[in-house]
Every structure is written in structure tokens, then in C-alpha cells.
């Protein structure tokens, strides 16, 4: 899994070369958003309007977790 550019300016894509289920988490724990990666998208999602802080993109599958850092 890939994350790209980090940190970002809120825009930012979350591209892998296999299918998976990802969630997009702020610090507090809260869920923003749920990613799903598949052949349909190429393996490949853009997410942009996040708010400034960090937030953790969270493997639902495995225990792998990605720290992205948004700064407007």
C-alpha cells in the first residue's frame, strides 16, 4: 500500500497493487472514511476536502497501519 504525497494538502491517493478494505481514521479514532481498492479503480482511490491534522489509514484485513499528515 501506497500513500502519496505525504504530507499532503488533503488530497492525497491510496493506490496498492491488490485488493483490500481501508479505513481513513482521524486521531480520535473516528472513522472518516472507508476505501475499498479493487480492479473496478485501478487499485488506486483519491480522497481530497480533509481538515488540517493527522489521520491513520487502517488495513481492515491485516494490522498495518499508514500515518498521513494534512496540512491546508
Known amino acids: 500500500v501506497t500513500v502519496f504525497p505525504n504530507p499532503s494538502n488533503g488530497i492525497f491517493t491510496i493506490s496498492s497493487t491488490v485488493e483490500g478494505k481501508f479505513e481513513v481514521v482521524n486521531q480520535l479514532g473516528q472513522i472518516i472514511h472507508v476505501v475499498e481498492l479493487n480492479q473496478s479503480n485501478n487499485y ?14 487502517k488495513s481492515i484485513k491485516s494490522n498495518h497501519n499508514i500515518k498521513i499528515i494534512v496540512s491546508n
Request: aromatic share 14%; no cysteine; hydrophobic share 45%.
Open 44 to 57: 488506486s482511490v483519491q480522497l481530497s476536502e480533509l481538515s488540517s491534522g493527522m489521520y491513520f489509514i
